[in-house]
């Protein structure tokens, strides 16, 4: 889909005219790639401006094979397993400071990111830094430091579950 190549995370609301079941089956499948909701056509104006309020609403984003982020609240929605295997639920609520450290990584995935051209796309003071990251890790529960790498002297390498 070219949508998603200008931006990965931007979800897709798929509107055919399209009655036949296996249709609109197919496209839902398409969720991983962004397909978030399937509107028949012809569809009124208050039930269309309903499924974009919910889209909204739901608009959600891996960040980690156990973490997400919701692009509306902006928790950070981390699924963590103990050593008895039990799993249990952390949401931590980010600052407009981590959102956006988020937000740069997000728009980085699989890239090496040198501590400058980070800077420069996060607009916050490089003091600041090393302290967002280690939060931002501890929020998405990136104990074993996968998600997000650092790799001495060079940057960090934001690895997505679907890089």
Not at 5 to 26: H, M, N, R, T, Y
Request: aromatic share 8%; glycine share 6%; hydrophobic share 40%.
């Amino acid at each position: 889909m070219q949508i998603r190549a200008s931006d990965p995370d931007v979800p897709v609301l798929f509107i055919s005219g399209s009655e036949d079941d296996e249709v609109q089956a197919k496209t839902l499948e398409l969720h991983g790639k962004g397909a978030v909701d399937f509107v028949l056509k012809p569809c009124g104006e208050k039930a269309f401006h309903a499924r974009i309020k919910k889209m909204a609403r739901t608009n959600v984003f891996p960040f980690g094979p156990h973490a997400v982020i919701e692009k509306n609240t902006r928790n950070a929605i981390a699924r963590i397993q103990d050593a008895a295997g039990h799993w249990t639920t952390q949401t931590t609520q980010l600052t407009p400071m981590l959102f956006e450290l988020v937000t740069v990584f997000m728009g980085n995935k699989g890239r090496l990111l040198n501590k400058t051209q980070l800077l420069a796309k996060w607009g916050y003071e490089e003091k600041s830094l090393v302290q967002a990251i280690f939060e931002l890790r501890k929020a998405i529960a990136d104990s074993k430091l996968d998600i997000i790498k650092t790799l001495r002297g060079e940057g960090y390498i934001y690895n997505s579950p679907d890089a």
